[in-house]
């Protein structure tokens, strides 16, 4: 058996929060030690760095991952933009084991060793029943490819292995990330945790996105730097697509790439190109997010695309997304055999933003559906793979990690 906790708490410091929180997720073990602790923290606290210490002294010794969050941390019916969020895992049926490894674009080969250490753990794990693997992995916002680091991660954990995970934010402020590893928040390295469990994690991302715009050729790329499509300035073209589906991009060119991801990501339209399968059998479109445009009017994007891949500008209204929010948590639960004891929620900072006052609905309909606790955060960029899955690293997305009771 698993057994979830879950805790949030909006105290006026991350030192009061993070007790508060952690107290509220072990009351909900009933007795039992957990093995894992993953928590999400607002870097806007003075005191960010106490977070993981404190809960250390509620918890034990339980290994303790997660980061800073992307502006919203949540648990059961608490939501808010400043604050800590604890989930704790316990139980005879899941064991974890945590490496971390040094972040070095563009291949992000140290995540290979670390997670063929993991992958070792789960050989072991099996002899002993745990036969079902997910790999969590954090790594902080900065030079991240999330193409190459879950393509890295991947290489080491092996075909048979789950992923999920994200990139950690920063409140929007987009220079603050960190991950947590044991009682220290770092910015210099991301945690691969293995994840071992004698019944399989249901594992779901969805986004409700849709294309609204031209189906376009990337011309002219440069890693995740985005140049040209079409033969035009990509910058140009994508807000002329935007405006064209009705958007109003802002004057200032300091406020565009946050307000394209928020309202007008781009897709990757390619058939050839993965989607990510939902109930009915359609298919999402793969988004990829702006974090920031240079002097030159180049597009810095959460993941490369390569010259040739065909792309075309996404939106979505509330009711979208909400949608999307619930078959996510359907698919997952299914998939976790029906029957969930909690779920992680990592939720992209742009459905905040999207949803606004009103994104509170989102985890409220993803615990009414999983009929389950939950517990979060908001994220800079989604990592989520099933067994048979291609892709691994989304935008705009909720990703649902569903652990079987």
């Given at each position: ?20 929180a952690a107290t509220e997720a ?201 140049l040209e499509l079409d033969g ?171 652990f079987p009771k």
């Open positions: 058996m698993i057994t979830f906790g879950s805790g949030m708490s909006a105290a006026a410091t991350a030192t009061i929060a993070a007790r508060d072990l009351r909900m073990l009933r007795g039992e030690r957990p093995k894992l602790a993953i928590v999400f923290v607002s870097a806007s606290y003075p005191d960010v760095h106490q977070a993981a210490r404190t809960v250390r002294a509620v918890v034990g010794d339980a290994q303790i991952i997660g980061g800073t969050s992307g502006a919203c941390v949540f648990a059961g019916e608490h939501v808010g933009p400043l604050g800590v969020s604890v989930v704790l895992l316990a139980g005879a049926d899941i064991e974890v084991e945590s490496h971390t490894a040094p972040i070095e674009p563009p291949t992000f080969f140290p995540a290979v060793p670390a997670a063929e250490k993991v992958a070792k753990a789960a050989g072991r794990a099996a002899l002993a029943g745990l036969s079902h693997f997910v790999c969590l992995v954090f790594a902080p916002l900065g030079l991240i490819d999330g193409e190459a680091l879950t393509a890295a991660v991947r290489k080491g954990a092996g075909a048979h292995a789950q992923l999920a995970g994200a990139i950690t934010g920063d409140d929007l402020t987009m220079d603050r990330a960190k991950v947590l590893f044991g009682d220290e928040l770092r910015d210099d390295c991301l945690v691969v945790t293995g994840l071992f469990t004698r019944r399989p994690i249901g594992i779901a991302a969805r986004h409700g996105w849709a294309g609204v715009g031209r189906v376009r050729t990337v011309t002219r790329s440069d890693g995740p730097y985005l035009q300035p990509a910058l140009d073209v994508w807000l002329d697509d935007a405006r064209a589906a009705g958007g109003t991009p802002p004057a200032a060119i300091s406020e565009v790439a946050l307000y394209l991801g928020n309202h007008y990501s781009l897709g990757l339209a390619d058939d050839s190109v993965p989607r990510i399968a939902i109930a009915d059998d359609k298919r999402e479109l793969v988004a990829r997010t702006p974090f920031a445009i240079r002097e030159d009017r180049a597009i810095q994007l959460s993941a490369a695309i390569s010259e040739g891949a065909r792309v075309r500008v996404l939106h979505a209204t509330r009711e979208d997304l909400l949608r999307a929010s619930r078959e996510a948590a359907a698919t997952a639960a299914e998939r976790a055999g029906g029957s969930v004891a909690g779920a992680l929620v990592l939720a992209c900072a742009g459905r905040l933003a999207a949803l606004g006052d009103t994104f509170a609905e989102e985890p409220a309909a993803m615990r009414a559906e999983l009929d389950a606790p939950i517990g979060g955060a908001c994220v800079f960029g989604e990592i989520a793979r099933n067994v048979r899955d291609v892709d691994a690293f989304f935008n705009m997305t909720s990703v649902v990690v569903a």
